[in-house]
């Protein structure tokens, strides 16, 4: 029966690897929901604009006219914070995506050393069934002549 001394090892690199798996999908969503964001702010701010472009040509109040733009202005500045915190989540998914690789990595290294040691157990196991096989053959052929 083949054991792998190292087995406890490579359980824990697989652990480790489908912990940092999750926390990769968990960024990734994170990212991609402040890349929502980002879009609504967009939309929002042309929906803005565009409703100011409407009223061109129309008598306004000045009130009205400086509350629109105040309005554009803050959402500019919204989408400014946001790009930079969509930068910064990128950013931390880059950095989940390279020790994802890297325990992928450790544990494919693993793996291979436990199949070779198994291809070796069973080349083992084979030459020893092979051994005793020759003994057999050879003690029935002495008996045979004897």
Known sequence: ?????LQSVLDYRKASEENKLFLFSEK???????KETLDRL??????????LRQTTGRVLDADMLS???LSIKQLLDLEKKQREHIRRVAQELENR??????????????ETLRDRKLSEFRENLASLDRRQADETSIARFIRREL
Request: charged letters at 40%; zero cysteines; aromatic letters at 8%.
């Open 67 to 69: 509350l629109q733009v």
């Open 1 to 5: 029966m083949f054991v792998f001394k």
């Open 28 to 34: 990734t969503r994170e990212l991609a929901a402040e």
């Open 42 to 51: 967009r939309a929002e701010r042309f929906r803005l604009a565009e409703q």
């Open 97 to 110: 995506k390279e020790e994802l690789l890297e325990a992928m990595k450790q544990r494919k290294t693993m």
